[in-house]
Nanobody
């Protein structure tokens, strides 16, 4: 049973940085999608960033030029580097991986941006 384990969340001041990690507990073959979502209190879950196996990326407008998604295949890990954080980035962040028609979700990690 493959599980995605997230880490790296926490409390940070506005303008600060965090790097989220999403590690797969087992091998996931034929990955075709890697994404990060977030959900703020009272709001719907939104797609923040996506990375295709071909290397193309997508970012929601609100994080463009501040966030960066990447992957370390050897470690079965997906990262989300978040810079210049703003209070509106406060949310629970979830990683998502799709492979061979199966989707996997992480348990979520809280990111709080506050002074």
């Amino acid at each position: 049973q493959v599980q995605l384990v997230e880490s790296g969340g926490g409390l940070v001041q506005p303008g600060g940085s965090l790097r989220l990690s999403c590690a797969a507990s087992g091998s996931i073959f034929s990955i075709n999608a890697m994404r990060w979502y977030r959900q703020a209190p009272g709001k719907q879950r939104e797609l923040v960033a996506a990375l295709s196996t071909g290397g193309s990326t997508y970012y929601v407008d609100s994080v463009e030029d501040r966030f960066s998604i990447s992957r370390d295949s050897a470690k079965n890990t997906v990262y989300l580097q978040m810079n210049s954080l703003k209070p509106e980035d406060t949310a629970v962040y979830y990683c998502y991986v799709a492979a061979r028609g199966v989707t996997y979700w992480g348990q979520g990690t809280q990111v709080t941006v506050s002074s």
